[in-house]
């Protein structure tokens, strides 16, 4: 369905080289099917939102949004991209949008990442999420169902031979495609037929930014009913789409995929962590060659994210609900390198499920996380106050990958699921 607003958005590339061209243990097993009713599975009818939800525990009450620490460089802890886009074959969707606006990127040094950097906003897209947004943002639409948009579970940026692209898991007809966030033009990358082997239930990407093994996208898919037969898929700029892994620890029902950044104390590798049910260890660690090392045993985690900013102890944050099909503690709590919990940093916060990082720009070095049962987004500061972004949003306990910080910390973008949208969020 066409909508009649004109939708636009800016995402500029700064080359600092030749010009490059930019492409265009849980309660119980998850159901395998997404049409089935009930259960603790990863499905459409899993339990959705309750609309706008609640207020914050006592624990942590809703305070202002923390201000942005003077000195946050829009690049501070990310690598500039660059490069040519890696979409050969990639099909159009039919979703053409207008040219985009143009508006001036900063520059930073890559390395030999591609000699590029890039700067994110929402653009001219004016199509209102139909969420309540904290004054002082807007959340607008992005892709949608016209776009061929179907219970979209996660998503990624991925900049270098990526193209600077928000990649998006698409749970309804088990596709990966990417939105090009300045123009709104999406493009299927993996078709439903084009994966090696053919997948259960896609729920959730990471792109190895730093290049702990290649640089790729790694996307998981949950499997079947069966115990360990998660499966890891990785995703060349090509869109060539090969099984990485498939069983092991951590790898039932996988949901949490996450590289620790460079200079890390935790050992080297991909973490990945699932809706277990004590089976195995609930984490594991995934070395470069494919073999899988034991990392934990906590239970109840779902979304996972490494700290970027430097100010949440450098560690590996979980986001841990407390029921549909999981066993946390509605808290976010961190992970040291020894597998072990710490301290929560903040409790009290049913149906949490997504957690994500800022890395500076308009959003701070801030947490950013999400809770499927109150529709809430929020940010959450070192000290553990919690500050309502948003309400509204249609999501369910088994999508826990859907938020995206653009490298420059400007936008974030989230996969809306039930509500089929992919929307950008940004200061006014």
Known sequence: MLRPSFRLSVATLVLLGPLAAACGGSEGEAVEDPTSS????????????????????????????????????SND?????????????????????????????????????GGASYSYDCGAFSEAAGW???????????????????QPVAATFA?????????????????LRSVDVATGDVQIVVATDAWDNAPRLLT????????????????????????????????????????????????DDVYGLAFPPPGSEYATGLYVTGDTDGASPDWGRIAKDGSITPFSEVAGAEGIAFDITGRYGDALWASRPDGGGYVGDDSVTPIDPAGLAGPALAAGLPGIHAVTFSPGGDFGKT????????????????????????????LTNYDANILAVSSDGNVLFVADRLAHQVVCIEAT
């Open 38 to 73: 009930g259960g603790d599975g990863n499905d459409a009818s899993a339990t959705a939102t309750g609309g706008a939800g609640g207020s914050g525990s006592a624990e942590n009450p809703i305070d202002e949004l923390p201000e942005s620490e003077d000195g946050d460089g």
């Open 204 to 251: 959730t990407i990471v792109w190895d930014e730093h290049d702990v093994f290649d640089g790729a996208l790694y996307v998981g898919d949950q499997g079947s009913n069966a115990d360990n037969n998660s499966r890891i898929y990785r995703v060349t700029s090509e869109g060539q789409a090969t099984t990485f892994v498939e069983g092991g620890y951590g790898l």
């Open 367 to 394: 947490m950013v996380a999400a809770s499927w049962s109150t529709g809430r987004l929020m940010q959450i500061d070192p000290a553990g106050a919690v500050t309502e972004l948003a309400a509204g949003l249609s």
């Open 77 to 113: 802890s990310t690598t500039g991209g660059g490069g040519s886009s890696g979409d050969g074959g990639s099909t159009d969707t039919g979703s053409t949008h207008a040219e985009a606006t143009q508006s001036t990127g900063s520059s930073t040094g890559a390395g030999g990442e």
């Open 159 to 175: 900049e270098g031979p990526f193209g600077g692209l928000l990649y998006v898991v698409n749970q309804g007809d088990n596709v």
């Open 132 to 150: 309540d947004v904290r004054d002082g943002f807007r959340a607008v639409v992005v892709a949608d169902e016209s776009d061929g948009l179907n």
